[in-house]
């Protein structure tokens, strides 16, 4: 059963780049089938999709925040990264990352703990 | 994007109860709706794909019916740990979208 894991900084600055790890064991994000993703979720709120990366290096963004994020992956450290510009405390969040089978584009099947990330001077 | 809507947002209810969260699309999804658990200070937790598929080791008094636009929940018998906020997602089109979130809490 595959396991993830984010980690990050906790406290980031207004206007500075928000940058979190996901590590992933008992799978390997080299796989063809799967997709690697980021979904935040704002203090007693919902749900927020990020974005995706798929081993190819094929990225797909939610159009709300295109603009300010990407997603990359380290196939040799088997980790996925996103990373944030620009951030205000609107994206004081918990950010967790998932997976899920390509064939179900956007299923989320396995998700790590998350990590709780406060935007703050 | 497409919208998707839950209701009720909370709903109260007793050991035992069947319960049932209805979820609403702003266009067609075919089946392609997925339910999530989350218990407080935890991930999501996937228990329904494609609409009615029930994921491994998920009890069987869960259940996903519908098709469409209207989808529903329904746990036949609540138990102490069906106790949190479900969310209902699509992923027919990007960027993949959640309801609002129904937390289900002792009556």
């Known amino acids: 059963q595959v396991q993830l894991q984010e980690s990050g900084p906790g406290l980031v600055k207004p206007s500075e780049s928000l940058s979190l790890t996901c590590s992933v064991s008992?799978?390997?994000?080299?796989?063809?089938?799967?997709?690697w993703g980021w979904i935040r979720q704002p203090p007693g709120k919902g749900l927020e999709w990020i974005g995706n990366?798929?081993?190819?290096?094929?990225?797909h963004y939610n159009p709300s925040l295109m603009s300010r994020v990407t997603i990359s992956a380290d196939t040799s450290k088997n980790q996925f990264f996103l990373k944030l510009n620009s951030v205000t405390a609107a994206d004081t969040a918990v950010y967790y990352c998932a997976t899920g089978p390509l064939v179900a584009a956007g299923l989320l099947d396995s998700w790590g703990q998350g990590a709780l990330i406060t935007v703050s001077s | 994007d497409i919208q998707m809507t839950q209701s009720p947002s909370i709903l109260s209810a007793s050991g035992g109860d069947r319960v049932t969260i209805t979820c609403r699309a702003s266009?067609?999804?075919?089946?392609?709706l997925a339910w999530y658990q989350q218990r407080p200070g935890k991930a999501p937790k996937l228990l329904i794909q494609k609409a009615s598929n029930l994921q491994s080791g998920v009890p069987s008094r869960f259940s996903g019916t519908g098709s469409g636009t209207e989808f529903t929940l329904t746990i036949s018998s609540l138990q102490p740990d069906d106790f949190a906020t479900y969310y209902c997602?699509?992923?027919?089109?990007?960027?993949?979208?959640f309801g609002q979130g129904t937390k289900v809490e002792f009556k």
């Open positions: 008992g799978g390997s994000i080299s796989s063809n089938n799967y997709l």
């Open positions: 990366v798929h081993s190819s290096g094929s990225d």
């Open positions: 266009q067609d999804i075919n089946k392609w």
């Open positions: 997602q699509q992923y027919k089109s990007p960027p993949w979208t």
